[in-house]
């Protein structure tokens, strides 16, 4: 079985600072890992995804996440935070195998971004 | 555009009552979902289908129920034998060639047992 660890549950920080979210996955098999963002009262949204390929996947908004096989991480970061970031962060995996699986994502607790000014 | 419609947005029932939440999606999708949120807990999938008149129980389907008539709509009753149904209800589909397990989300339905 998969498992998904965000290991903060929230996150306050300073607009046009730094930010990271950290993500910890456990499964017997290789995964795909997602990225969702959920802004208040809404369903979420794909920020990126990490299916092969480069280990270092890019979002349009500046967000990049970095997949780490040997850490079983896929941390979320971005160099300079906007007040528009704050937001509901989700972590998700689902495991390759072969599609049996069928979009059945396991998700993390999610991480609350909240940018001040 | 196309996308998932889900309604009511907001939901109250008393105890003892079931509720059926709609969803409805016109991407074509073959496989729909539906998961529920919790503060702190992320989102647990309760039931998932992947062709009409087909459907899987997922992680947290006790006191659900679910029917899948057309492939536009995926209705998701909570019944009285839930016994925490206050909860935001997200809905979700994904297509043939979408993207490995790329899901779309609805806005979601939020139930609150009075």
Partial sequence: AQSVTQLDSQVPVFEEAPVELRCNYSSSVSVYLFWYVQYPNQGLQLLLKYLSGSTLVESINGFEAEFNKSQTSFHLRKPSVHISDTAEYFCAVSENAGGTSYGKLTFGQGTILTVHP | ?114
């Fill in chain 2, 1 to 114: 555009d196309g996308g998932i419609t889900q309604s009511p947005k907001y939901l109250f029932r008393k105890e003892g009552q079931n509720v059926t939440l709609s969803c409805e999606q016109n991407l074509n999708h073959d496989a729909m979902y539906w998961y529920r949120q919790d503060p702190g807990q992320g989102l647990r999938l309760i039931y998932y289908s992947q062709i009409v008149n087909d459907f899987q129980k997922g992680d947290i389907a006790e006191g659900y129920s679910v029917s899948r008539e057309k492939k536009e709509s995926f209705p998701l009753t909570v019944t009285s034998a839930q016994k925490n149904p206050t909860a935001f209800y997200l809905c979700a589909s994904k297509g043939r060639g979408q993207g490995t397990n790329v899901l779309t989300f609805g806005a979601g339905s939020r139930l609150t047992v009075l």
